[in-house]
């Protein structure tokens, strides 16, 4: 089977585009072409994929990236089994094409609650944009086949559809927690806690324990960082490829997600979260509904109050200070992930269902 993957939203490293979905194509002997926006994100095609370079779309700047996707699709149409798109944007690019190979939409969110975190879009066109995303969504929903990375995205649609959940890579063993250094990997904005990291790095500097932030920080969150970096209060290394940016999660004292109470959040499961816990490490969390159900099932971590700096500060000290709970915080948390959230368990399911939409017989 040959499978095109087409995003020009998301950087080509990201993790359930490559790392889990790509690869495990590749693992199951399937031939894929990535599409994605590779020169402008800095990056280079892994060498296990066939990269075709699109421009990045980005803020109001989105148009040239669709163009471009549709250009490919319409040429590679007849040498593909199978096409794959990550972004709403790209179903303009597939839309009204005749003699077109089936065409997937993995859906990675909520697309009209994610309308309220975007600054670029003028609230007064928020209301009709967010009428048009759920058009969009009917739309595809009787056009082509749908895959959910959440089952609470169900009930945006009216027929049941395969959910490929978030999860993660959980190694074979993993490092103990350590005492010194608490870490936050992905996206960095204001509404993901930017400004309560930074405050809880300032509360731990006389503690001598230190903040690591590893992700890709929007426009308005990149000063913030800067000036923080500048004056020494936290290490943050921006965007780092998802196998790289995990070994930093080995050995750290806890993992903070500080998402604030949106909309969007409220029904995801922060990837982030099970990343921390297939580590090995305790999970420090705002309580969005999905993050308290993990972490309290599981006995894996703290939850904190929204937006409370010095209640995310308290809670980092106690765990260091106290290595026995946080070594066993971290133990539950890794057995867990390993047990219930380890990505080759729903890998098979995803690859069987492409290859059952491409006519693919094994």
């Known amino acids: ?55 990045r779309a980005s803020q109001r700047r989105r148009m040239a990236g669709v163009l471009a996707a549709r250009r490919l699709f319409r040429r590679m149409r007849d040498k593909v089994d199978l096409v794959l798109i990550h972004d709403p944007e790209l179903l303009f690019a597939v839309w009204g094409v005749r003699n077109r190979p089936p065409v997937v939409w993995d859906v990675h969110e909520d697309t009209p609650a994610t309308l309220s975190l975007k600054p670029w879009l003028p609230a007064p066109l928020r209301p009709p944009v967010r009428f048009l995303a759920r058009m969009l969504e009917g739309t595809a929903e009787r056009h082509m086949h749908l895959l959910l990375a959440e089952t609470a995205y169900a009930g945006r649609f009216k027929h049941a559809h395969l959910i490929v959940p978030n999860e993660t890579w959980v190694p074979d063993s993993v490092t103990p927690p350590g005492d010194d250094r608490v870490v936050y990997l992905g996206w960095l904005s204001r509404a993901r806690g930017v400004l309560e990291a930074v405050e809880v790095a300032k509360l731990l500097q006389p503690y001598r324990v230190a903040v690591e932030l590893i992700g890709y920080a929007d426009p308005q969150s990149r000063p913030v ?46 990837t982030k979260i099970v990343e921390y ?14 993050a ?14 929204w937006e409370d700096p010095k209640a995310v500060a308290q809670a ?19 057995a867990a992930a ?17 290859e059952s939409w491409a006519g693919v017989k094994r």
Not at 292 to 303: A, P
Not at 316 to 333: C, F, H, I, P
């Open 1 to 55: 089977m040959h499978v095109l993957v087409m995003t020009v939203v998301h950087n080509p490293e990201d993790a359930r585009i490559l790392h889990r979905q790509i690869r495990a194509l590749v693992d199951a002997g399937h031939e894929v072409t990535y599409a994605a926006s590779f020169t402008a994100h800095g990056v280079v095609p892994r060498p296990w994929v066939n990269g075709v370079d699109l421009p």
């Open 225 to 270: 960082l800067n000036q923080a970096v500048t004056e020494g209060l936290l290490e943050w290394r921006d965007f780092m490829p998802n196998d790289e940016a995990l070994k930093r999660l080995d050995g750290a004292l806890a993992g903070l997600s500080l998402l604030h109470d949106e909309p969007n959040y409220r029904h995801s499961m922060p």
């Open 277 to 290: 816990m297939a580590h090995g490490i305790p999970v420090i969390t705002t309580p969005s509904p999905r």
């Open 292 to 305: 308290v159900e993990l972490v309290e099932r599981y006995d894996s971590g703290v939850v904190v109050p």
């Open 316 to 334: 980092v000290l106690t765990l260091r200070d106290d290595v026995r709970e946080r070594r066993a915080q971290g133990a539950r948390g890794y």
């Open 338 to 354: 390993r047990a219930n959230h380890h990505w080759p368990n729903s890998a098979k399911r995803f690859v069987a269902q492409l």
